[in-house]
Structure formats: C-alpha cells, structure tokens
C-alpha cells in the first residue's frame, strides 16, 4: 500500500479528475470514494456557497476521504483594445456577458474555499493553474489537509514541491480541460508522459499522480512502470451515468476519434484541450488573438449557455483528453474503476 493512499484511506490508485463547469457533483464524487477511489469536488466557478453545500452533500453521502480543487487566482493581464472590440462583436451573445471579477475578488473567493475546506475538516486539497501562498499551505497542513499541486513541466513539480505539496498531479499533453501551466516554458508547455513522468518522479522527493489520456487498465499500469504512484482520470468519467455531462457532450465524446481533440485558447483565453466543434473551426485563424483569461470566458459565457440549452453541441467547449477515442459506451463508476484497477 502506498503511503498517500494510506493517508487518505485509499484501495484503489485513483483520483476522479475534478472537473469544473457543473460536470461534477457530489453524486459522481462520493460514488467514486465509496468505491475506495478519491473522489474530487471541483470549486472552480463556484460560489463558496454553492462549495459549502456541495461538500455538506458530500460529507452526508460518503465517510470516506474526498478532495476539493481551487483554482490559485492569476495576474490579470490588460486586453488589447482592439482585440477587445473585435470579440465583443464577434462572439455570438457576448454583450450579455456578466461583469468580470477582479483579481481581488478572485483571492476573496479562493480565501473563502480554504476557509470552508478548514471548517469541515476536509482529508484533501488540489490546487490548479498555480501556488497557493505559502500561509495558506501552513494553516491547510496544521489542520492535517493533504495538498496535491499540479504541474505541466519539471520546474513546476519542483517549485510546487518547494512550496509544501504532499503530492503533484502531472499533467501531460493528453489531458483534456485547461492547461494548468504558471511558469513560462522556452518551448511548448506540454509534455507527453512518456517523457514526464520518469523524468519528474527523478525531480522531486514527493510522490506524483500522472493525468492525461488514462482510460483502462493498460494506461494505469503504463504510469506506475514510469514512476507514478497512481493516476488522476478526468474524461473517462464524464461517460459514466452518475455525471453531469448533457446528452450532447456525452453523444460527442462517443462519436470522437484519438485525432479529434486540440489544445484551444478560443472558449476561454487559456490554453485547454477539447473535441474540435464548430466554433473552434470557425475562429482557428483568430486563435493567435484571444483575449487573456478569463476575459475570453466570460464573453463567451452566454453563448456558451445559448448553445447549451438548444443542445447545440458546435458553441460548447468540448473539453476532453486524447482518450475520447478510447471510450465506447456510457458506463457507471464502478464499472469504469474495475475497468481502471
Ligand atoms: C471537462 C474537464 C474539466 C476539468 N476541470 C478541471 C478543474 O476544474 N480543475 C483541475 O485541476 N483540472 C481540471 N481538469 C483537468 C483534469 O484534472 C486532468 O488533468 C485531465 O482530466 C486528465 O486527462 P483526461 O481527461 O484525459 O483523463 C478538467 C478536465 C476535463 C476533461
């Protein structure tokens, strides 16, 4: 038995990617815990009330050991005038959009998740798109949270484990959703984990998870050979009955190819991989000039809904990783988990 899934009472190497924009609730999450997996919450682009309820659901549903994820709040960084004016008239919908947060608003919020993560005594943090503080890893650890980091590349891995992080998610170039990546690289900010895995496991003293592409059994135990104590899985379970993925997206990663998915900046300014769709094929040209997050997702946030409620699945984003193509049939959690271990 490895040590952080002792911690976190643990029979199976897994953890439910969390996944943000409504996909996961607690019904996915505690199906996945009760099954000895970690189950994860994902508070990105939820109110700390909206968080508060979900992990009180969690906590009645499950006594086993569940995380949530907080998105570390970044810089804002000043549109192009120009560029501005040219996506608030070509992005369907977009005067509708709602007023953007500031970056102060933003550490309010992130504040309040940790605050709420304190209260109710949760086993389990993960932290995407950067570092936490480091106050904030000291009161988190002195109240006996496991903190799991995740990182794109080495120096992130290291920088993260510098920082206080029990565990790193690496993310490889297959994962589907947003990039996690803060630190800038001299290249490209994706690795395939053929290549990561080994080479971070070598970097740092604490033990890393591999996410990206991980779809049965074969992908699980390919990780493990290259150095990872276990496995982050996100897209997989978007198929299972017990997620909120709609009818449309669900019928779109049936129907997706290995080839289908590509990295994007055009849903949300921030670079993230998902099923190729209409909008995406439409704006490809433009990819070069999309406003920085979460600018860009806010203004296509109404067309995002618009699309949404008449399942029309071409102005969604489509978020899935290279394992699309590897996902035949609806399925349910536990049958994905024994398909996993
Ligand atoms: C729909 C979707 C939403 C995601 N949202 C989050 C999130 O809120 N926080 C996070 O840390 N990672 C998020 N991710 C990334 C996952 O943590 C993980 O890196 C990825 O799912 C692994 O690749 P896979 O989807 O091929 O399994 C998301 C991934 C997907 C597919």
Known sequence: MKEWMNILSLTKPVIQAPMAGGLVT??????????????????GYLSPQVLEKQIAEMQALTSRSFQVNVFVPESRETPDEKALEKWKTSIPLAEQAPPMTTEEQDWEDFYEKIKL???YKV???SF????PPAATVRE???????????ATSIEEAVALEERGMDMIALQGSEAGGHRGTFLPAKGESSLGLIAFIPQAADAVNVPVIAAGGIFDRRGVQAAEILGAQGVQVGTAFLMCAESEASR???RELLAAQGTDTRLTSLFSGKPARGIVNEWMKQKQSEEADTLPYPLQNTL???MRQNAAAQQDSGHISLWAG?????????????TLLDQLC
């Open 26 to 43: 607690p019904r996915l999450a505690a199906a996945v815990s009760r099954e000895g997996a970690l189950g994860s919450l994902a508070s």
């Open 117 to 119: 993560i304190i209260k």
């Open 123 to 125: 086993k389990a943090c």
């Open 128 to 131: 995407t798109f950067g570092m």
């Open 140 to 150: 988190l650890k002195d109240n006996g949270c496991f903190l799991i980091g995740t």
């Open 248 to 250: 449309i997206y669900k």
């Open 300 to 302: 296509t946030k109404p």
């Open 322 to 334: 290279q394992s699309a193509g590897g996902l035949h049939a609806a399925t349910d959690v536990k």
